[in-house]
C-alpha cells in the first residue's frame, strides 16, 4: 500500500509557475507510476501527466502539453509536475495516484490506480 500528499498548490497569476510534490510512504515507490490528475468544479477529473516506474517514460495530456514537466527522484519517493504559463482553465484540485501499471493504453484512465493523495488546490487568477 502507497500513502500519498501532494503540496505546492496555492493562489498565483496567469502567467506564473508551480511546482507540486506528491511524497509516498509505504510500498516500495519504485514500483509504481505515478500519475497527475486534475479536478475542476463542474467537470470530470483529467488525466495531467505521467511518470513510469524509474522515470525514463512520462507521459502528458494534449490540454497541458508544452507547458509541464514532470519527474521523479525515487530516492526520495517524491514525485514533481511543474506547471508554467499557467491559466485561468488550469484552476482545479490537483492529485497524484500510484499504480503498478505501465500500459501505455490506461495510464492516463483514472481507473487504472488504485491509490489517491487528497489533493492541492491551484487557484489561476487573471
Known amino acids: 500500500q502507497v500513502h500519498l500528499v501532494e503540496s505546492g498548490g496555492g493562489l498565483v497569476q496567469a502567467g506564473d509557475s508551480l511546482r507540486l510534490s506528491c511524497i509516498a510512504s509505504?510500498?516500495?515507490?519504485?514500483?509504481?507510476?505515478i500519475g497527475w490528475f486534475r479536478h475542476a468544479p463542474g467537470k470530470e477529473r483529467e488525466f495531467v501527466a505521467s511518470?513510469?516506474?524509474?522515470?525514463?517514460?512520462?507521459y502528458y495530456s494534449d490540454s497541458m502539453k508544452g507547458r509541464i514537466t514532470t519527474s521523479r527522484d525515487n530516492s526520495k519517493k517524491t514525485t514533481y509536475l511543474q506547471m508554467n504559463n499557467l491559466k485561468r482553465e488550469d484552476t482545479a484540485v490537483y492529485y497524484c495516484?500510484?499504480?503498478?501499471?505501465?500500459?501505455?493504453?490506461?495510464?492516463?484512465?483514472?481507473?487504472?490506480?488504485?491509490?489517491w493523495g487528497q489533493g492541492t488546490q491551484v487557484t489561476v487568477s487573471s
Open positions: 511518470s513510469s516506474r524509474n522515470g525514463a517514460y512520462t
Open positions: 495516484a500510484a499504480t503498478k501499471t505501465e500500459i501505455l493504453s490506461t495510464i492516463s484512465s483514472d481507473s487504472a490506480y488504485y491509490y
Open positions: 509505504g510500498d516500495t515507490f519504485s514500483r509504481y507510476t
